[in-house]
């Protein structure tokens, strides 16, 4: 089946301005995650969402970060005035969170450049 | 805090030697500890999953182990090819509700021809 989709796959906007990156996880899993890798790093949690309980947003690092999850699928993350330094490639994972032995399984990201 | 430590940082060997992948880790309590592939540019893959009464686990040329009372894992590539160059991530995750795991750097490890 199909996996998780992430889109754009590469985004170039200018400092300051806003963007949308899209995450469509696998159907029927109910957890979904947002992690940001800058290069050479490892991935940094971002934010979680579990079924309809309210998202953990404890790994957004400022308030120009947020992220929504409509109907319990598709996920949204915006950032808003972005800076140079928000420059990563953000990557979303969804799990059919039967429990912690379930896999995450990610999407091939998005890139993002600000310039 | 829950940490998750890897070493070598980078690796670079050639085609057909074998390699070994380190973990240390701090999560408590304790669920389990996966090891990830992450190809250039591509999301990270799970290769295997260790649980607490697991010592060893093999998927293909890999093989993991997990050492739960040092806490401490390897990951062990056997006869490697082109296609292993990647970085592999140790992620733990712990237990007591949480579902947030814990993630590894990476070793970015290259094999070449």
């Known amino acids: 089946g199909a996996g998780v989709s992430q889109s754009p796959s590469n985004k170039v906007t200018e400092k300051g301005k806003d963007v949308e990156l899209r995450c469509d996880p696998i159907?029927?899993?109910?957890?979904l995650y947002w992690y940001r890798q800058s290069l050479g790093q490892g991935l940094e949690f971002l934010i979680y969402f579990q079924g309809n309980s309210a998202p953990d947003k404890s790994g957004l690092p400022s308030d120009r970060f947020s992220a929504e999850r409509t109907g319990g699928s598709v996920s949204t993350l915006t950032i808003q005035r972005t800076q140079q330094e928000d420059s990563a490639v953000y990557l979303c994972a969804s799990s059919p969170q039967t429990g912690n032995n379930s896999p995450l399984h990610f999407g091939n990201g998005t890139r993002l450049t600000v310039t | 805090k829950n940490q998750v430590e890897q070493s070598p940082q980078s690796l670079i060997i050639l085609e057909g030697k074998n390699c070994t992948l380190q973990?240390?880790?701090?999560?408590?309590?304790?669920?389990?500890l996966r090891w990830y592939k992450q190809d250039t540019g591509r999301g990270p893959v799970s290769l295997t999953i260790m649980t607490f009464s697991e010592n060893t686990k093999s998927n293909g040329r890999y093989t993991a182990t997990l050492d739960a009372d040092t806490k401490q894992s390897s990951l062990h590539i056997t006869a490697s090819q082109l296609s292993d160059s990647a970085s592999y991530i140790c992620?733990?995750?712990?237990?007591?509700?949480?579902?947030?795991?814990?993630f590894g750097r990476g070793t970015s490890l290259i094999v070449h021809p």
């Open positions: 992620v733990v995750s712990g237990g007591g509700g949480s579902y947030i795991p814990t």
């Open positions: 159907s029927g899993h109910t957890a």
């Open positions: 973990c240390n880790y701090t999560v408590s309590p304790f669920s389990n």
